[in-house]
């Protein structure tokens, strides 16, 4: 199959069996209910970039594996201009779509980091893991299928390792090998785009050792597997979406996370990417992460892109010129620029990893990873700041109130301003989307959270080499140590 | 009458004819309808507050009209102290209810600005505006009134002055002055706490010139006065307020923002404090603003000490100390401490008006309002990242899901951790309902924008004797003055 | 005696034997030496302004022990204005001298915390300390003496106590107590205007435990006392201090720093006011840190007035109208009245001491603290920024070649612009000093650092205070605890 | 001639003529003199790194023109990588040195630039100016000189047009065109490192117009040129450099920055690249500094390095361990990545010119200006802040007073910590020489100012493209512009 058309993909999505929940009630499909269709209209838009002539450079490219024309979200990436594509395409893809396509940026920085973890295991360890990845791969480009990429585990009491908890299904775990799959109890939390998903790429939690080595397990299933039971999550505002009108100003985009629960679920053998390998569960995520954190970094930029467009637009709206806003336009550029460029950057530095995955520079993308947990903050800000009361909250009158036969027409006399009342309460209702509604991602979180950043970015920046450069200038020859702990 | 109970004050509210509309339907009872009664919980608080001796002595003080015992809400400001009992109030309030009470505190700063726009005026004007308010304010005292504040106009195209709008109803004003009384006609909007008041104060726009004469306007009228229409806005997931559970998780508390539309409406004389008096419309607005903007760094500090709290309790509810965010949590309360040092400050370096009305420091309150449009956003996305992915975007499964017979079992083992999964639950949504939900106030644009602060922090700086400071210590005499302006 | 004159000062300070040392030599006068007029110059300003009808009101007040006028820096804090003048009279004499007048400031603080000290530790020991106390202030009141604060001791290894030090004179130390007098040994460093001081005023560390009671020590001495030898520090640039012409170009102020070493100094019994009493040494570093640190918000305001103004002035002298630049002089005077502000709220909030002694808030003043470690660099950049490439580094060529027979013209006509050259230097030269030159104060580490601030500010906050409130709104009643330490 | 070695260089500085002041006298030899050797070893430590093993890969490359290895300094860009490793160059060059070697990097950069700029004018006007160039550049090459750049004109009145000043000269001009070469007279002032250079490459200023085609004039001259008189300006604490001793800590690094007077100078035919074509004036300017604003990040990532480092070292010479200063040590890495990467990713991003020129990133390259314009300052306060009082403002006794045979063993003894007295005095220098002492660079400015960068983010943030993509999500189709501006 070549690259599908987005009613094809929708078409693929209806085939499969209902398993999503949301407010108690089944989905039965996806594409029409109005809890999962915007985020698949928004994944739509990715298999249209593909086949449009201005979008083709960046949303497809050429297999590594067979040589065809393929989605670039089912790449390997192989270069420093592959990892940049990365953050461009994403950037690109928020700029189409307003906020987040979950179901496959992770879905694709999954499959690439298996792609490096189980070449290592297969070197070291004679596994075969790396062949099915392929296999699997092959398939999957040739169907042209959406993969979303699950890691979060409940975790339970976070201070206590898997096989401590009370409840040991608080991580996804082994509960049996078979001769040709394996079967697994647990859940994975929050993952996003899974409506979207044909497909749903497993990596294990990050640092087990040898009692946990049950939870050491990848794998890549259907989405609709016998056990496995989707309940998605709510977000701000997420019952305007079952209105009709603007209040969801957005049609064409939209964000889901779900809580997956597998119920003793059967995983074939081909299909398996680890099992029980614990020692590899660290590279495992580490190989998720670098990318992850560099790329994150276009998301944001591209749904800054959005809210400065946006605000400038509120401005005009407002009946007044951008150019008293420069000064905060421009910073929101700053800030847009600056996850991206690092992403760039992450990418520009990295080095080859023997598999062929292009390992992004850590120490650069995990400083993205603490911006990304700050700067879009700030840029929300300067969008509400600009756009004034009504975007700050969404501070208007309903869409029944604005067609109200008794008071619509105030409504409407007083909110139009130098644009139409529609159009300014459009505008008005993207900004609330983006800044405290349903468009927000989970930028903060979402590849770990700055917090966990920093220890990295400390092991990486090379304080010793430091120390050394700053004794040869002073010149100094003492041995000045780091104290001996005391009790 | 002595001070209400939080049951007069609903009885109160119930007997007032029904004007109040959302979603195109007409409140029948702003006490029990979800959409209201969020907010009437929130200042019936204040009521029991006052009547609680652990509050008292913030929440009542006594009458400098009849030396009785009155809500603090309904008094003047006459000292430093009695200004920083303001940013303390504010501060008790938001920690008892976790958002706004703008019924409450707009209304109060308008009363006691229009107590000295309305002295100065009679003074050099021979007009009684100031009696008017005096005999007023003795009944709403003795009634113990719950009073919102008004003064945003939809103003149309903001490039244009109010008498060369295409549509002279863009800001509200006077269409007919009679003996008894003067119509007017219009609309404020995005007035707060509407929904649990008695009456409405309204203030003019600022900075009228004499062909805006007609909108040099301000009076008090009961909430149901005829041809008053009240519209309320949407706000952050607002359809939750209808559900069952625990998904809006603070029934003690919720803000409101409203559109008014003024249809010619008749305001009897001795209730009106301000007709076409245009050169003091300036004054009216800057004896509002300035202890506004001192006191509203009281109120995100109450907020952000729930924050810090929810935070606090989550993390323990995911089985972690408190220690490792030591950082993030004393610059929480950093933030807090600054709104808040800067409003007493702001109050302790005041000075007194001719009428005994308190002024504020207009630099400080205007440096506080800079703050404030930053600093309670930081605080948000520190307590989105110290509660982890369910606080950042809510990210559970809703109410129905939590208690659904065919999978609530699963949600509710996997939001398990430290705590039982429904307290994890809530804190979490605490903290959803705070950041991006539906107690977030409009603290950027309250009181007017961080970025109309600046220009009142320019003028008021002292920039000329700085420079005269440093001229004299770098032995400088010659003169060197701004440059005058070219063509 | 009544106020004394600037002469009058200067002429006491000659009269002391000289033991200061600058460049491995004895200052014979230090009111003509390079290394030490410029502070004695700032100080004698302190005695002009008392006399001052425009600043008496700030730098005189009454005695609460005589009931005479006296200078505001030898008084006993004891009301919120009192502690809100601390924070004016410091703004403003960094107005008059540009920098630190530390020979006053910290010597007062250190004999109001004493005053506080003192009474307790009669009340609780029966000890005499607050009676002598008295009696040494009203002498130095009636003189009218300029006293220096001491409060920093070597330290050593910052690792261990004082009594477990390989050197055990790393902490200043009693090695004797006589019937008349104590022995002290040791050291207190980068100790603020000594130079222009008569006596010094000496605290002890915090925080000593039984082990370390020969450290709790507390005294005042003439400046000149047997076994005292005092060395002065370096600062930026000091070497110009000895040149001619204006690259050093404030006259009338300068801040020095000393390393005094105590050689077995005998300190008078009746100048003695702890002996040994460990547990006390905390109280008297706490009475001495609150005060300080919520005043040094109106030292570096003051200071940041200056490089407002100067700022102005050097654009101007460029050619260029501020109004471009008003967003940044807008920055930089959010920031002095922030640390300002904090200062005055922290007094406002204070509460009074058994002793009579306002103790300002000790949330607010750390607060300030932090703010003091970082604004004021943020404000010192701004003035660069604004200043252009002459200010940032001083990069002009020397008053020598300003007045080259040779080159000298050409330099001067290269640096006219709006100005004459002579004024644009002496402004950049301003700035030059104010942020990278002799003027620069020690407000970092001044009164602790603010990462000692942190601690304070976490243990004052009322986190499970903040945490009952969120329990309460979220309608949490499980109990969610610290979790208990693990090994 | 192959690459030279540091005495070759040292040597060639000794055989000009010399013409460099200081404190009003001629330097005779600038490689001995105190005032100019810091930095004349600076720049060695260049020609080192070219032949070391461990450096030659960024220090030195492949000439474009000959194909011999050559000075990276004095190659063409033509591609990402070389400008990438421009970043990477300044940062090496600034761990070896501490500081500023801009006899290389402005040089460096003003041959590229002219590079396009000639070769586009050649193109257009059918100049010979870019054969003129790559005449001199392979001479350059051949004998690897340094080239110092120089573009700041002392502008005068910046208000006015170079044609327009009361003094023509206050910008460079031509004042004669001759059959073989050019007079030139005015100034070029703020030049960083011609105390080290052999030749001088002059750019002119930007956006000059007809009136001004006297102004548009650019061309290499040797340093020792008849008519030219170049005085160096001071620095903080530059007297310390004629001082024996650690007092400067730094022997193998420093930073000179002169003013260089044009009287009447004749410059050969060959060696000018514009002669009045104002049409240029921007492009050269331009050409310059995108490159300049992108690996400007690297200069201060590689001060930050060493402030790391130093802070680090200070630390544990304390006695401390550097963990409880993590967070503010990860801080610092952040701020040196985050401009080093933008100064990469400004690279990666890049564009070929016609010429072969890699042309940076402009919105990335200025958005770093932006961040060099405030991070370096925060690693500053950052290093002042961890190494304590004796950092902060290098409170220590002079070198003098530490080897004092009176109180030099007091010194030494108090100054002991868990390093030698001297180890810990050095390493403190080393901080204040970073931060406020002789090794600042002119970040702020240099390459021109933060502020100058903005409307440069600006226009090229394309916030149009962000309005479409805006008003597609929220399906608006109404025209929304910009109000035409009013009177």
């Keep these: 199959m070549a690259l599908r058309t987005p009613e094809e993909f929708k078409e693929s999505l209806r085939k499969l069996r209902p398993n999503v929940y ?9 594409t029409t209910h109005p809890a999962t269709r915007g985020t698949v209209e928004g994944h739509a838009q990715i298999f249209a970039a593909a ?21 670039r979200y089912l790449s390997i990436m192989e270069s420093a201009e592959d990892a940049m594509n990365n ?4 950037r690109l893809i928020y700029n189409l779509t307003g906020t987040c396509t979950g179901g496959r940026c992770a879905g694709w920085n999954a499959l690439n980091a298996t792609w490096a973890t189980t070449y290592d295991m297969d070197q070291e360890l004679g596994t075969d893991y790396h062949q099915r990845l392929k296999n699997w791969l ?10 979303s990429g699950a890691l979060t585990d409940p975790k339970g009491d976070r201070s206590l390792p898997p096989s401590q908890q009370a409840d040991l299904d608080m991580n996804l775990h082994i509960v049996d090998v078979q001769d040709d799959c394996i079967v697994v109890r647990g859940a994975k939390v929050m993952i996003c785009g899974v409506a979207a998903a044909n497909e749903i790429f497993i990596l294990p939690g990050a640092g087990y050792r040898e009692p946990d080595e049950d939870y050491a397990v ?4 259907p989405k609709d597997i016998e056990g496995l039971t989707i309940v998605e999550t709510r977000h701000p505002s997420d019952m305007r979406e079952f209105e009709e009108g603007f209040d969801t100003p957005v049609k064409i985009g939209g964000i889901t996370q779900a809580y997956l629960f597998f119920e003793d679920v059967r995983v074939p053998k081909e299909r398996v990417f680890m099992c029980k390998e614990f020692k590899y569960s660290g590279a495992a995520v580490t ?6 954190r560099a790329a994150i970094g276009g998301c944001v930029a591209g749904q800054g892109d959005i809210m400065a467009g946006a605000a400038a637009l509120l401005a005009r709206a407002n009946g007044l010129s951008t150019r008293p806003f420069n000064e905060r336009l421009t910073k929101m550029y700053i800030n847009n620029e600056t996850t991206f460029g690092l992403g760039v950057a992450a990418a520009a530095l990295g080095k080859k990893h023997a598999s062929g995955y292009w390992l992004c520079d850590p120490l650069i993308a995990n400083v993205n990873k603490v911006y990304v947990g700050s700067l879009p903050y700030e840029t929300k800000v300067l969008a509400q700041d600009i756009g004034g009361g009504i975007a700050e909250t969404g501070c208007m009158p309903s ?8 008071h619509g027409h105030l409504v409407q006399k ?13 505008v008005a209702r993207l900004i609330e989307w983006l800044t405290v509604g349903a468009g927000i991602p989970g930028c903060m979180h979402g590849g770990g959270s700055p917090e966990g950043a920093k220890p990295i970015i400390r092991a990486n920046a090379g304080l010793e080499r430091s120390v050394a450069l700053a004794k040869r200038l002073a010149g100094i020859e003492e041995d000045i140590s780091e104290p001996e702990k005391k009790k």
């Design 218 to 221: 990848s794998f890549v299933i």
């Design 51 to 71: 086949l449009d002539p201005e979008h083709e450079r960046l949303a497809s490219t050429t297999s590594n594996l067979t040589g065809e024309k393929i989605s």
């Design 414 to 426: 007083y909110l139009k301003a130098a644009s139409s009342a529609e159009s300014r309460t459009r």
């Design 22 to 30: 949301k407010f108690g009630e089944l989905i039965e499909d996806v």
């Design 87 to 90: 953050c461009k395409l994403k």
């Design 138 to 147: 092959k398939q999957a480009q040739a169907n042209d299928i959406t993969v």
């Design 399 to 406: 869409f029944k109130d604005f067609n109200s036969p008794k």
């Design 287 to 292: 190989n998720f992460i670098m990318p992850y």
